[in-house]
C-alpha cells in the first residue's frame, strides 16, 4: 500500500494522461476526488434524485474543461470549485439560497469574534461522545446549505482557508465569518435542547 501510495501519479501526469486519451487516468482521477465531491454535494442539494445527475455533470464539466486547468491549485480543488459551482446554479434553478435569509454574515468585524465563544476547533473539541456528536450532525444538516459545506470542508475534509476560498470563491475573512455563525447557531441549538432536558 505505502509503495503504491508513493508512485501514485501527479496532478499534472494524471491530466497529460487524460487529455492524451488515457480514459483509465479519468477512473483514477475520479477516485481520488469523489469524496470530496459527494460531501460538496450531499451538503448543498437536499434532493436525493437531483445528487447524483449532477455528481455525474460535475465530472462530465470536469472532463470538458481539463485542457484548460492550469495547475495553478491542487486538481482536487479546482473540481471541487467546478462541482461547487454546479451546486449553486442548481440552487438557483431551485430558487434555493444557499445561506439562507436568517443568517447573515457579521458585517463589523468586532462582532465576530467574540470573547464568549472561543477558538474554530471549540466546538468540535467539547463534542466527543456519541451522543453529542449524533445531535451535532443533526443540526449541522439543518443550517443553510453554504454554512454546512464550510464546517465540511474545514472541520471533515480539513481543508485551509486558503483552499476553501479557492472552491466557494469568496475571500477569507468571509468564510471565517460564516463559520464563525455556522458554530455559534449550533452551540444555541445545542444548548437550547439540553437546556430543555431533550
Known amino acids: 500500500m505505502d509503495h503504491k501510495e508513493h508512485h501514485k501519479p501527479t496532478d499534472r501526469v494524471l491530466v497529460e494522461r487524460v487529455l492524451s486519451g488515457n480514459t483509465r487516468a479519468f477512473g483514477s482521477i475520479i477516485r481520488d476526488t469523489e469524496g470530496l465531491v459527494a460531501q460538496i454535494v450531499f451538503k448543498m442539494i437536499p434532493d436525493r434524485e437531483e445528487r447524483r ?29 467546478i462541482a461547487y459551482n454546479t ?14 435569509n436568517e443568517h447573515p454574515a457579521p458585517t463589523n ?8 465563544y472561543p477558538d474554530a476547533h471549540d466546538l468540535e473539541e467539547n ?18 446549505a453554504l454554512y454546512k459545506l464550510l464546517i465540511t470542508l474545514y472541520h471533515r475534509q480539513e481543508l485551509s482557508y486558503a483552499e476553501i ?27 437550547m435542547i439540553y437546556n430543555k432536558g431533550l
Open 53 to 81: 445527475d449532477i455528481a455525474q455533470d460535475i465530472y462530465l464539466k470536469v472532463f470538458q474543461k481539463l485542457d484548460s486547468f492550469r495547475f495553478q491549485s491542487k486538481l482536487s480543488t479546482w473540481i471541487a470549485r
Open 87 to 100: 451546486c449553486i446554479n442548481q440552487l438557483e434553478k431551485n430558487k434555493a439560497s444557499p445561506i439562507g
Open 109 to 116: 468585524p468586532e462582532d465576530e469574534y467574540p470573547q464568549e
Open 127 to 144: 463534542l466527543t461522545d456519541a451522543e453529542l456528536n449524533g445531535l451535532l450532525e443533526s443540526e449541522i444538516e439543518k443550517l443553510p
Open 165 to 191: 476560498a479557492q472552491i466557494v470563491a469568496l475571500p477569507e475573512g468571509t468564510i471565517k465569518s460564516y463559520l464563525f455563525r455556522a458554530r455559534k447557531i449550533l452551540r444555541e441549538r445545542i444548548q
